[in-house]
C-alpha cells in the first residue's frame, strides 16, 4: 500500500537556488514536449509516447547543457506526467493538455529514489535531515518518523515561499481494529457536521474570522503597482492569510474525520454536488469555506 508523508524543508540558499533551478527546468521540458507532441499529432495524426520524448531528451541535454543540472529522474517525471496527461484526455476523463505557466502558485517536481546495487538509496532520512538527488542532506521539520520503501519525493514551494516535501513510501498499513458502530453524517453551513447520534459540529467559520484583514490587504495590494516592492509585500500578506485559512480548516476537517474513521465501521454521508451548490451566489462563500468536498475526500 502507498502512503505520503508530508514535512518542511529548511534548505540553504544554495539548495533553494538548485530547487527553484530545478522548477524551472522542469516546466520547460514540460512545455517543450507539449510543443512537439502537438505538433506531431497535427502533421501525422499520432502523438509520440513517453518513449519518444525520453529519447529526444537525451539529444536536447547536448544542446543545452543547463539541462544536466537539475536531477535527471526529475526531467524524466517531467515527461512522465506529460504522457500520463495525453492518456486521460485520450480516454476522455480530462482537457487536453496545457503548457504550464511560470507564474504558478505552488510549483512542484518530483524525483524518483534509486537504490544502487552498492552505497546508499538517493533518498534517505536520517533525524531531522533528508538526503535528495543532487540537493544533498536538507534539514526537515520531522512530525513522525518515515516508514517503508521510499518511492519518491515531491519537492513545492507554496505561494509564501516556503518549503515543503511528499515523500511517497510502500509500506503495510496495519487495518484499525472493527467495531460495530455505524454513523450517518447530515453536512451543513451553520453546523457543519450533524451525527445521526444527535451530536452536532459548530462551523469554525476560519473565512470570516480573517475575512476583514484580507479585504484590507486586498485593496492595498490592488492600489500598488504590479511587481513593485510595496506590491509584493502585500502579496505576501495576501498568501500568508489565505495560507494560515487552509491550515486551519484542514487541521479541523483532518481531527473530524479521522475520528470517524476509528471510532466507526460504517460512515453514511449524503451525496452532494458541490460545484453545483455553489452556483447559488447567497450559499456559495459559506459552501466554500465549510470545505464540504475536501471533507469528504479525507473520508
Not at 508523508?5 to 534548505?11: G, H, K, N, V, W
Not at 457536521?193 to 444527535?198: A, Y
Not at 502579496?235 to 481531527?255: M, Q, W
Request: proline share 5%.
Amino acid at each position: 500500500m502507498y502512503q505520503a508523508y508530508r514535512f518542511r524543508l529548511y534548505p540553504t540558499r544554495t539548495q533553494e537556488e538548485l530547487i527553484n533551478q530545478t522548477i524551472g527546468c522542469c516546466r520547460f521540458v514540460y512545455n517543450h514536449f507539449l510543443a512537439e507532441w502537438n505538433q506531431a499529432y497535427e502533421t501525422t495524426g499520432k502523438g509520440l509516447g513517453y518513449n519518444e520524448c525520453s529519447k529526444r531528451l537525451t539529444a536536447l541535454k547536448k544542446t543545452l547543457p543547463w539541462l544536466k543540472v537539475p536531477d535527471s529522474t526529475a526531467l524524466q517525471n517531467a515527461l512522465q506526467q506529460l504522457a500520463e496527461a495525453f492518456d486521460r484526455f485520450f480516454d476522455g476523463t480530462a482537457n487536453a493538455p496545457r503548457f504550464k505557466s511560470k507564474k504558478h502558485p505552488n510549483p512542484s517536481y518530483t524525483a524518483q529514489c534509486n537504490y544502487p546495487k552498492k552505497g546508499r538509496p538517493s533518498i534517505e532520512a536520517d533525524g531531522h535531515r533528508l538526503k535528495l538527488p543532487k540537493l544533498g542532506w536538507v534539514k526537515f521539520a520531522k512530525s513522525r518518523a518515515v516508514e517503508g520503501c521510499i518511492l519518491s519525493a515531491t519537492i513545492r514551494r507554496n505561494r509564501t515561499g516556503k518549503y515543503f516535501v511528499s515523500i511517497l513510501v510502500e509500506t503495510e498499513i496495519p487495518p484499525l481494529p472493527a467495531t460495530d458502530k455505524q454513523v450517518g453524517v447530515d453536512l451543513g453551513l451553520k453546523h457543519i457536521v450533524v451525527f445521526s447520534t444527535g451530536e452536532k459540529i459548530e462551523h469554525p467559520q476560519y473565512w470570516r474570522r480573517y475575512e476583514e484583514k484580507l479585504a484590507y490587504w486586498q485593496r492595498v495590494m490592488a492600489r500598488r503597482k504590479p511587481g513593485g516592492s510595496n506590491w509584493q509585500k502585500a502579496r505576501l500578506k495576501v498568501a500568508k492569510l489565505h495560507e494560515k485559512i487552509a491550515n486551519c480548516r484542514n487541521d479541523f476537517l483532518h481531527k473530524w474525520s479521522t475520528r470517524l474513521i476509528c471510532e466507526n465501521q460504517v460512515v453514511c454521508v449524503e451525496d452532494l454536488r458541490v460545484k453545483n451548490m455553489q452556483k447559488n451566489h447567497k450559499l456559495a462563500k459559506g459552501i466554500s469555506d465549510s470545505a464540504w468536498g475536501r471533507f469528504l475526500n479525507m473520508l
